[in-house]
T-cell receptor, first 112, second 113 residues
Framework: ELKVEQNPLFLSMQEGKNYTIYCNYS?????LYWYRQDPGKSLESLFV?????AVKQEGRLMASLDTKARLSTLHITAAVHDLSATYFC????????????FGTGTRLQVFP | DGGITQSPKYLFRKEGQNVTLSCEQN?????MYWYRQDPGQGLRLIYY???????QKGDIAEGYSVSREKKESFPLTVTSAQKNPTAFYLC????????????FGDGTRLSIL
Protein backbone atom coordinates (compact mmCIF):
# COMPACT_ATOMS: atom_id res chain seq x y z
CA GLU A 1 0.00 0.00 0.00
CA LEU A 2 1.33 3.41 -0.98
CA LYS A 3 2.28 5.68 1.89
CA VAL A 4 3.18 9.33 1.54
CA GLU A 5 4.99 10.94 4.45
CA GLN A 6 5.92 14.55 4.93
CA ASN A 7 8.28 16.09 7.39
CA PRO A 8 8.28 18.16 9.32
CA LEU A 9 4.57 18.19 10.13
CA PHE A 10 4.87 21.65 11.59
CA LEU A 11 7.43 24.33 10.81
CA SER A 12 7.77 27.70 12.44
CA MET A 13 10.37 29.89 10.79
CA GLN A 14 11.53 33.45 10.82
CA GLU A 15 11.14 35.73 7.86
CA GLY A 16 14.21 35.75 5.66
CA LYS A 17 15.29 32.22 6.53
CA ASN A 18 15.55 29.19 4.24
CA TYR A 19 14.09 25.76 4.88
CA THR A 20 13.17 22.51 3.13
CA ILE A 21 10.06 20.34 3.42
CA TYR A 22 10.47 16.67 2.55
CA CYS A 23 8.00 14.26 0.96
CA ASN A 24 8.80 10.55 0.93
CA TYR A 25 6.65 7.93 -0.76
CA SER A 26 6.79 4.17 -0.54
CA UNK A 27 6.26 2.87 -4.10
CA UNK A 28 7.52 3.90 -7.52
CA UNK A 29 5.79 6.83 -9.16
CA UNK A 30 6.41 8.93 -12.24
CA UNK A 31 4.60 12.01 -10.96
CA LEU A 32 4.30 14.12 -7.86
CA TYR A 33 2.14 17.14 -7.07
CA TRP A 34 2.54 19.93 -4.53
CA TYR A 35 -0.45 21.90 -3.24
CA ARG A 36 -0.93 24.80 -0.86
CA GLN A 37 -3.90 25.22 1.49
CA ASP A 38 -4.70 28.33 3.51
CA PRO A 39 -6.69 27.76 6.75
CA GLY A 40 -10.28 26.76 6.00
CA LYS A 41 -9.73 27.20 2.30
CA SER A 42 -9.36 25.12 -0.83
CA LEU A 43 -6.17 23.61 -2.25
CA GLU A 44 -4.13 25.49 -4.83
CA SER A 45 -1.88 23.63 -7.24
CA LEU A 46 1.75 24.74 -6.93
CA PHE A 47 3.89 22.30 -8.89
CA VAL A 48 3.59 19.19 -11.05
CA UNK A 49 6.82 17.16 -11.23
CA UNK A 50 6.82 14.65 -14.06
CA UNK A 51 10.24 13.06 -14.22
CA UNK A 52 13.31 12.12 -12.26
CA UNK A 53 15.42 15.19 -11.63
CA ALA A 54 12.57 17.58 -12.40
CA VAL A 55 12.96 20.97 -10.77
CA LYS A 56 10.40 23.76 -10.82
CA GLN A 57 10.52 27.20 -9.26
CA GLU A 58 7.89 29.83 -8.57
CA GLY A 59 8.93 32.86 -6.59
CA ARG A 60 10.47 31.79 -3.28
CA LEU A 61 9.44 28.13 -3.69
CA MET A 62 11.40 25.46 -5.54
CA ALA A 63 10.34 21.83 -5.86
CA SER A 64 12.40 18.86 -7.00
CA LEU A 65 11.81 15.16 -7.58
CA ASP A 66 14.14 12.18 -7.18
CA THR A 67 12.17 9.13 -8.30
CA LYS A 68 14.99 6.73 -7.45
CA ALA A 69 15.06 7.89 -3.84
CA ARG A 70 11.24 8.30 -3.85
CA LEU A 71 11.73 11.77 -2.48
CA SER A 72 10.53 15.24 -3.32
CA THR A 73 11.63 18.45 -1.65
CA LEU A 74 9.97 21.85 -1.41
CA HIS A 75 12.59 24.48 -0.68
CA ILE A 76 11.66 27.86 0.73
CA THR A 77 14.05 30.74 0.15
CA ALA A 78 13.97 33.90 2.26
CA ALA A 79 10.57 33.15 3.75
CA VAL A 80 7.91 35.85 3.99
CA HIS A 81 4.71 35.87 6.03
CA ASP A 82 2.54 35.32 2.94
CA LEU A 83 3.98 31.83 2.61
CA SER A 84 2.28 30.76 5.85
CA ALA A 85 -0.02 27.88 4.89
CA THR A 86 -0.20 24.09 4.88
CA TYR A 87 1.67 22.36 2.06
CA PHE A 88 0.70 18.94 0.76
CA CYS A 89 2.44 16.58 -1.58
CA UNK A 90 0.43 13.95 -3.48
CA UNK A 91 1.42 10.88 -5.47
CA UNK A 92 -0.67 8.71 -7.85
CA UNK A 93 -1.65 5.41 -6.29
CA UNK A 94 -0.17 3.56 -9.27
CA UNK A 95 0.88 4.09 -12.86
CA UNK A 96 -1.85 5.15 -15.29
CA UNK A 97 -4.14 6.35 -12.56
CA UNK A 98 -4.96 9.80 -11.29
CA UNK A 99 -6.14 8.55 -7.92
CA UNK A 100 -3.91 10.55 -5.59
CA UNK A 101 -2.62 9.70 -2.15
CA PHE A 102 -1.95 12.86 -0.15
CA GLY A 103 0.63 13.36 2.55
CA THR A 104 -0.52 14.58 5.95
CA GLY A 105 0.70 18.08 5.18
CA THR A 106 3.31 20.46 6.58
CA ARG A 107 1.92 23.45 8.39
CA LEU A 108 4.23 26.41 7.86
CA GLN A 109 4.15 29.53 10.00
CA VAL A 110 6.45 32.42 9.11
CA PHE A 111 6.92 35.07 11.79
CA PRO A 112 8.68 38.46 11.70
CA ASP B 1 -14.76 32.87 -15.01
CA GLY B 2 -14.14 29.12 -15.13
CA GLY B 3 -14.05 27.24 -11.91
CA ILE B 4 -15.51 24.72 -9.49
CA THR B 5 -18.46 25.71 -7.33
CA GLN B 6 -19.35 23.80 -4.20
CA SER B 7 -22.50 24.45 -2.21
CA PRO B 8 -23.47 24.96 0.46
CA LYS B 9 -20.41 26.29 2.26
CA TYR B 10 -21.71 25.02 5.61
CA LEU B 11 -24.15 22.16 6.18
CA PHE B 12 -25.64 20.60 9.26
CA ARG B 13 -26.99 17.07 9.36
CA LYS B 14 -29.45 15.60 11.80
CA GLU B 15 -29.03 12.01 12.88
CA GLY B 16 -30.58 9.58 10.40
CA GLN B 17 -30.69 12.17 7.64
CA ASN B 18 -29.16 12.01 4.19
CA VAL B 19 -27.62 15.22 2.88
CA THR B 20 -26.35 16.10 -0.59
CA LEU B 21 -23.34 18.29 -1.37
CA SER B 22 -23.27 19.99 -4.72
CA CYS B 23 -20.26 20.28 -7.03
CA GLU B 24 -20.45 22.03 -10.41
CA GLN B 25 -17.60 22.82 -12.78
CA ASN B 26 -17.51 24.85 -16.00
CA UNK B 27 -13.94 23.94 -16.91
CA UNK B 28 -15.03 21.21 -19.33
CA UNK B 29 -13.02 18.69 -17.33
CA UNK B 30 -13.81 15.02 -17.77
CA UNK B 31 -12.66 13.75 -14.39
CA MET B 32 -14.17 14.76 -11.05
CA TYR B 33 -13.35 13.73 -7.48
CA TRP B 34 -14.65 13.95 -3.94
CA TYR B 35 -12.31 14.10 -0.95
CA ARG B 36 -12.79 14.22 2.76
CA GLN B 37 -10.41 16.19 5.01
CA ASP B 38 -10.37 15.76 8.78
CA PRO B 39 -8.68 18.36 11.03
CA GLY B 40 -4.91 18.31 10.76
CA GLN B 41 -4.92 15.57 8.16
CA GLY B 42 -4.46 15.10 4.45
CA LEU B 43 -7.19 14.40 1.93
CA ARG B 44 -8.78 10.99 1.46
CA LEU B 45 -10.55 10.00 -1.75
CA ILE B 46 -14.25 9.11 -1.44
CA TYR B 47 -15.37 8.67 -5.07
CA TYR B 48 -14.16 9.67 -8.48
CA UNK B 49 -15.55 9.77 -11.99
CA UNK B 50 -13.63 9.87 -15.24
CA UNK B 51 -16.61 10.07 -17.55
CA UNK B 52 -20.34 10.77 -17.48
CA UNK B 53 -22.46 7.90 -16.13
CA UNK B 54 -19.45 6.16 -14.65
CA UNK B 55 -17.80 6.43 -11.25
CA GLN B 56 -15.56 4.38 -8.96
CA LYS B 57 -15.13 4.02 -5.23
CA GLY B 58 -12.15 5.62 -3.61
CA ASP B 59 -10.51 4.65 -0.35
CA ILE B 60 -13.38 5.59 2.01
CA ALA B 61 -16.60 5.17 0.01
CA GLU B 62 -18.70 3.51 2.72
CA GLY B 63 -21.64 5.67 3.75
CA TYR B 64 -21.42 7.87 0.66
CA SER B 65 -23.00 7.81 -2.79
CA VAL B 66 -22.53 9.84 -5.97
CA SER B 67 -24.00 10.30 -9.43
CA ARG B 68 -22.59 11.68 -12.67
CA GLU B 69 -25.48 12.38 -14.99
CA LYS B 70 -23.89 15.47 -16.51
CA LYS B 71 -20.28 16.33 -17.25
CA GLU B 72 -20.54 19.51 -15.19
CA SER B 73 -22.04 18.02 -12.06
CA PHE B 74 -20.88 15.46 -9.49
CA PRO B 75 -23.08 15.58 -6.35
CA LEU B 76 -22.13 13.67 -3.21
CA THR B 77 -24.72 12.26 -0.83
CA VAL B 78 -23.69 11.60 2.74
CA THR B 79 -26.05 8.89 3.92
CA SER B 80 -27.19 8.02 7.42
CA ALA B 81 -24.86 5.01 7.19
CA GLN B 82 -21.89 7.36 7.52
CA LYS B 83 -21.59 7.50 11.29
CA ASN B 84 -18.89 10.12 11.48
CA PRO B 85 -19.66 12.63 8.74
CA THR B 86 -18.21 15.73 10.39
CA ALA B 87 -15.43 16.89 8.06
CA PHE B 88 -14.43 19.30 5.32
CA TYR B 89 -15.46 17.98 1.88
CA LEU B 90 -13.57 19.04 -1.21
CA CYS B 91 -14.56 18.48 -4.82
CA UNK B 92 -11.96 18.54 -7.58
CA UNK B 93 -11.83 18.21 -11.34
CA UNK B 94 -9.06 17.52 -13.80
CA UNK B 95 -8.35 17.87 -17.49
CA UNK B 96 -7.29 14.70 -19.32
CA UNK B 97 -3.58 14.28 -19.84
CA UNK B 98 -0.61 13.01 -17.89
CA UNK B 99 0.49 15.36 -15.20
CA UNK B 100 -2.54 17.63 -15.29
CA UNK B 101 -3.21 18.75 -11.70
CA UNK B 102 -6.54 18.48 -9.98
CA UNK B 103 -8.31 21.79 -9.38
CA PHE B 104 -10.32 22.17 -6.21
CA GLY B 105 -13.52 23.90 -5.15
CA ASP B 106 -13.81 25.94 -1.96
CA GLY B 107 -15.21 23.06 0.06
CA THR B 108 -18.26 22.29 2.19
CA ARG B 109 -17.97 21.99 5.95
CA LEU B 110 -20.41 19.38 7.27
CA SER B 111 -21.32 19.07 10.93
CA ILE B 112 -23.73 16.95 12.93
CA LEU B 113 -26.51 18.68 14.87
Amino acid sequence: ELKVEQNPLFLSMQEGKNYTIYCNYSTTSDRLYWYRQDPGKSLESLFVLLSNGAVKQEGRLMASLDTKARLSTLHITAAVHDLSATYFCAVPKSYNTDKLIFGTGTRLQVFP
Amino acid sequence: DGGITQSPKYLFRKEGQNVTLSCEQNLNHDAMYWYRQDPGQGLRLIYYSQIVNDFQKGDIAEGYSVSREKKESFPLTVTSAQKNPTAFYLCASRRQGKGQPQHFGDGTRLSIL
